[in-house]
């Protein structure tokens, strides 16, 4: 089966389950070894779909988090439409894909996943951070609330309804509480001097901007953006690491 994947953490999930995967976005880089010589057809929230047609797959991949709307609704080929928005509908997402794809791995994948989800749940360490790249501020306390902070220009967070805030509680934080139904909230970083700031190394650069934070005096640390946000065999592959694996 010929899959055009607009999906990055699927992308790199069905190419290590040797799905035939024949177009890509322009942010599916993993395995970089395998995306080389796949054709780019757009990013998560743009595609051609002339690109898409001319490479004649039997189906398109797509996410109601990652991909808008109207993706699915001007799709002139057939479509699959997960909807991962926490470890567990991960978990039911790769059942729903391995049948759909008949996939052995993937149907393993999910196994994986559900033995993540019945990990004992650790304690929250604000010192020992999972993902840890550097601190901007080491924190004088183990325990704090967390922000974790995907965007700057305005301040964005990810809020405790998306699968990055799944998988913070999972790995035993506790969120700082924004407006129910919030997923992304738009905060002032001031008001919150009391929690440990997350700075994700991705969609927005932290790392690059290390001494303009280190400038704020906040409490906080970059963290690998990837492991927190990417599903599929990545996420599931650093929650094992964490949670299995000591």
Not at 47 to 76: F, G, I, R, T, Y
Not at 155 to 177: F, H, Q, R
Not at 179 to 208: C, I, M, Q, R
Request: charged share 25%.
């Amino acid at each position: 089966m010929r899959i055009v994947s607009m999906v990055p953490s699927w992308t790199e999930t069905l190419l290590k389950a040797g799905v035939n995967v024949v177009g890509r976005t322009r942010y599916c880089i993993h395995p970089p070894k395998l995306i080389t010589n796949i054709p780019i057809v757009g990013g998560t929230k743009d595609v051609s779909w002339d690109l898409v047609e001319d490479l004649k797959p039997d189906l398109v991949l797509l996410d109601q988090e990652e991909n808008p709307l109207e993706m699915a609704e001007e799709c002139p080929v057939p479509y699959f439409a997960t909807h991962v928005n926490s470890i567990e509908s991960l978990q039911k997402e790769l059942v729903r894909l391995g049948e759909e794809l008949k996939n052995p791995y993937l149907m393993e994948l999910s196994v994986e996943c559900l033995d993540v989800l019945e990990a004992p749940t650790p304690t929250w360490n604000s010192k020992k951070i999972p993902g840890f790249m550097e601190w901007v501020k080491a924190p004088t306390e183990s325990s704090h609330k967390v922000v974790y902070l995907i965007w700057k220009k305005p301040w964005m967070a990810a809020g405790k309804d998306t699968y990055i805030g799944s998988v913070l509680k999972k790995l035993g934080a506790e969120l700082v509480e924004f407006p129910e139904g919030e997923k992304y909230p738009v905060l002032d970083v001031e008001e919150h001097t009391d929690a440990l700031f997350l700075f994700s190394s991705e969609p927005y650069p932290f790392a690059k901007k290390i001494s303009d934070l280190k400038a704020l005096g906040i409490e906080g640390a970059i963290v690998n953006g990837e492991s927190y946000s990417w599903f599929g065999v990545r996420g599931i592959e650093f929650l094992k690491e964490q949670l299995l694996q000591k």
